[in-house]
């Protein structure tokens, strides 16, 4: 128990912030790591199913081999980038962090649209469109459990001033 647990009865602010960011950041870097893994995993998938794996990119060579590790940090890089500033916005405001959450689904969603054009196969267009909607979806999952989050501890910090305010 700490001095201010046992002064109020409550944690400190400053106790349920820092238990509350690594509970946060855990939580994200699970979803970055399973959403890495879903998209490898779908890659396998298409390796196995015959797809070619090869598209022509609007920005580099034609022919262009899809590997393994491209598809791990081209989908591990760009979310945990957008989880972090998920993380830091949150802390900021809530109606930026909703607003962050809906810009991040839209661009991994809107980036999935054009990979498949240039793919080889439909097969490889098919798993592409996927691979591209797995961040899309780990974006909304994170965004909206750190709303949800924030919320909670605005409504409990009302809860506790109002407490205070009592005595």
Do not use: C
């Amino acid at each position: 128990m700490t001095a201010d647990t046992a002064r109020s009865g409550h944690p400190s602010a400053t106790a349920l912030r820092s238990s509350g960011w690594r509970r946060e950041l855990s939580f994200a870097a699970g979803v970055v790591i399973v959403a890495t893994v879903v998209n490898l995993g779908l890659y396998l998938t298409g390796r196995v199913a015959g797809a070619t794996l090869r598209l022509d990119p609007a920005v580099g060579p034609a022919n262009h081999q899809i590997t393994a590790p491209d598809v791990a940090w081209k989908t591990a890089v760009p979310l945990a980038a957008g989880v972090l500033v998920l993380l830091l916005v949150r802390r900021r405001s809530i109606r930026w962090l909703t607003a962050l959450t809906v810009l991040g689904v839209i661009v991994a969603l809107g980036t999935g649209a054009v990979p498949p054009l240039g793919a080889h196969d439909p097969l490889t267009g098919v798993l592409l469109a996927a691979m591209h909607t797995v961040p899309g979806v780990a974006i909304a999952l994170v965004g909206f459990a750190l709303r949800r989050a924030s919320t909670g501890r605005t409504r409990a910090g009302a809860a506790e001033r109002a407490a205070d305010l009592s005595r």
